[in-house]
């Protein structure tokens, strides 16, 4: 039995050497923190740096005179609880509705943004295109990103990115510790991580979900604005 236990720990010694070898000798050492924290987490904005975003006159939203009276069908608070979800807010005619938590959250609750940053970062890219920083969501992405001006990534239109059309590689992968969705999650340099990507189908004939879209669509934004 002493015998099975010894060589259990040095098989997982053996494991954590080659693991960490491996990611030091590749460059990968946001693998250390991937394999920490494990999956994403909403509260996940704790472990990285944080930025405030302010304004002059907070303006809170004005409540409704119907708010919370209606309650919402017994059929989404099934499904809503199904998939685990801790908040909901409805805005109708630019009041609040209806507001409902879980699991301790309220209204005073932190917690990270994820995809949010997919309409902002369109909704930006709207407002550059009014400002004339942009001329329009025609031009080519390599007019501003000289890494896509070969081949099928010259094809590469700004409205590809707006429409996750872009043909890209990018392998939008939570699971996998080596998928650039991780890399960008838990590395260090997004910008690097997002230039990598192949251009493998005709740019707007194809859409699939793909975070490195809003990221070069951001990187796009930088280069126009300054911002």
């Known amino acids: 039995m002493k015998k099975i236990i010894k060589w259990f720990f040095l098989l997982i010694l053996l494991i954590v050497v080659l693991f960490s070898a491996f990611a030091v000798v590749t460059g990968k050492t946001y693998l250390f923190k991937a394999v920490y924290y494990n999956f994403a987490d909403i509260d996940d904005y704790k472990i990285f740096t944080n930025d405030t975003v302010r304004t002059a006159t907070p303006q809170p939203w004005p ?5 919370n009276k209606v309650a919402s069908p017994d059929s989404l608070n099934k499904l809503l609880e199904e998939i685990k979800t801790i908040a909901v807010v409805v805005i109708k005619n630019d009041s609040l509705l ?3 938590y879980w ?7 932190l917690s990270g943004s994820f995809s949010v940053a997919k309409s902002i970062t369109s909704l930006l890219v709207g407002a550059a295109i009014k400002e004339g920083k942009i001329k329009s969501v025609d031009e080519p992405v390599s007019n501003y ?4 001006k070969q081949g099928l990534a010259a094809k590469l239109r700004i409205k590809d990115l707006l429409t996750m059309s872009s043909g890209s590689n990018w392998d939008e992968s939570y699971s996998n510790p080596l998928s650039v969705t991780t890399e960008a999650y838990y590395g260090s340099d997004v910008a690097k991580v997002v230039k990598t990507v192949k251009i493998e189908k005709e740019p707007g004939t194809y859409h699939t979900y793909k975070s ?5 669509l951001a990187l796009i934004l930088q280069m126009a604005t300054g911002k």
């Open 212 to 216: 490195g879209d809003t990221e070069l």
């Open 145 to 148: 990103l000289p890494e896509f």
């Open 63 to 67: 409540v409704s005179e119907q708010f």
């Open 98 to 100: 209806y507001e409902k």
């Open 103 to 109: 699991d301790d959250y309220n209204a005073s609750s």
